[in-house]
């Protein structure tokens, strides 16, 4: 079935930079409009990024000019780039998949930013 598996999380300092990976299965990627979602600890999950299936993206106003998403359809995974990394960044991570009317989540991978 659809599968997406996160990975590129863990501890950095702020200023620095982090690259997350989505590798999808079980889905037609070249379709899907893929993006990353971040939940911190007592907060609501907000987007982050969007890529949709025509490469169009969307950024949240607090990562412009920080963050870069991007897909590689030959591998059907979706990467954050996430450079100046700030304490406010410290959240689980997640990946998303939209196909129609379905949304499919990833398990999240941990971003944790100290000053």
């Not at 911190?40 to 870069?68: H, N």
């Not at 304490?87 to 379905?102: G, K, L, R, W």
């Amino acid at each position: 079935q659809v599968q997406l598996v996160e990975s590129g999380g863990g501890l950095v300092q702020a200023g620095g930079s982090l690259m997350l990976s989505c590798v999808a299965s079980g889905i037609d990627f070249n379709s899907s409009n893929m993006g990353w979602y971040r939940q911190a600890p007592g907060k609501q999950r907000e987007m982050v990024a969007r890529i949709r299936s025509s490469g169009t993206t969307t950024y949240t106003v607090s990562v412009k000019g920080r963050f870069t998403i991007s897909r590689d359809n030959a591998k059907n995974t979706v990467y954050l780039q996430m450079n100046s990394l700030k304490p406010e960044d410290t959240a689980v991570y997640y990946c998303t998949a939209n196909i129609m009317y379905s949304e499919y989540w990833g398990q999240g991978t941990q971003v944790t930013v100290s000053s």
